[in-house]
């Protein structure tokens, strides 16, 4: 008896497990509930910038009016970790202007008589730390919500150049229906529709450009997305440059090695033609 139980055993469990199984494949499920946020996202806008495609490369006016709106406008909130003074040489400013630009910017450090926090001048070799001293002090002044870093912003998203651009265009009043938390804003191209961050852009001439570009909101937005294209890339243009003359190089070899093979094998060819080629 107990041999036969040890036995059916195994198939009883077996069985027990198949029947649970198809239970759970034929049992009535709830209804999903869908997600409203799905039918009121919307994709990146369409919009070109210079650095697109494989022969890409910098504006630098237009980076140095990107860098404008960033330091007058975003920078009020965000970081750039990544980026420090001296690298704006790129955009085309003297080491002059660095330097003043730097200046204008505290950097936090420690008093040596006292052991006190303290600020000091900015240097060219410092980086755009931002406004706060850390991650609780954002919060604390923007209602729990953490200003990301904007370093590598068009690379952290999926067509991020398009992204930002679309984000900073796309706030609107949110349609009937659609309740929009207090100390939220309406913008169908984030991720959660409601956004901590308030429209930055909100009028012509907010920033007011040298050059005699015109600062639309629209303008500021594409080229403040163009500087942050380069601060998350600044080596494109080398890249491009690069890689375009690897091909170049791999093109010139292909062919070497083309008209070497037909040197090597044009007379073993013809004495093969002539049966002069004794068999192995």
């Given at each position: 008896m107990g041999r036969l139980i040890a036995f059916l055993a195994p198939f009883a469990i077996g069985g027990v497990f198949v029947l649970a199984l198809l239970v759970g494949a034929f049992m009535p499920?709830?209804?999903?509930t869908p997600d409203p946020t799905i039918a009121l996202h919307k994709e990146a806008k369409?919009?070109?910038?210079?650095?697109?495609g494989v022969f890409g490369t910098f504006d630098k006016a237009q980076l140095q009016r990107g860098f404008k709106v960033y330091q007058e406008v975003c920078a009020a909130c965000h970081s750039l970790h990544q980026v420090a003074f001296r690298d704006l040489a790129a955009l085309g400013f003297t080491?002059?202007?660095i330097k003043a630009?730097?200046?204008k910017n505290d950097q936090p450090t420690i008093d040596e008589k006292t052991g006190d926090a303290a600020t000091r001048p900015g240097l060219p070799s410092d980086k755009f730390y931002g406004p706060y001293a850390n991650e609780v002090a954002a919060r604390a002044a923007n209602n729990n919500a953490l200003p990301p870093?904007?370093?590598l912003m068009t690379k952290a998203r999926e067509h991020g150049n398009r992204y930002v651009y679309s984000l900073l265009t796309?706030?609107?009043n949110a349609p009937a229906g659609w309740a929009v938390p207090q100390g939220l804003h309406y913008n169908p191209y984030f991720k959660s529709i409601n956004i901590a961050m308030p429209a930055p852009l909100t009028s012509e001439g907010q920033v007011e450009y040298t050059d005699g570009t015109k600062p639309t909101v629209d303008q500021m937005a594409k080229d403040v997305s163009a500087f942050l294209i380069w601060t998350a890339e600044p080596k494109l243009v080398e890249r491009h440059r690069t890689g375009f003359g690897a091909v170049i190089f791999l093109l010139i070899m292909t062919g070497l090695g083309y008209l070497s093979y037909r040197r090597v094998w044009a007379e073993i060819k013809y004495k093969t033609k002539k049966g002069e080629v004794a068999s192995a």
């Open positions: 499920r709830d209804a999903v369409e919009v070109s910038f210079k650095s697109d080491p002059a202007e630009i730097a200046k870093d904007l370093s796309g706030y609107a």
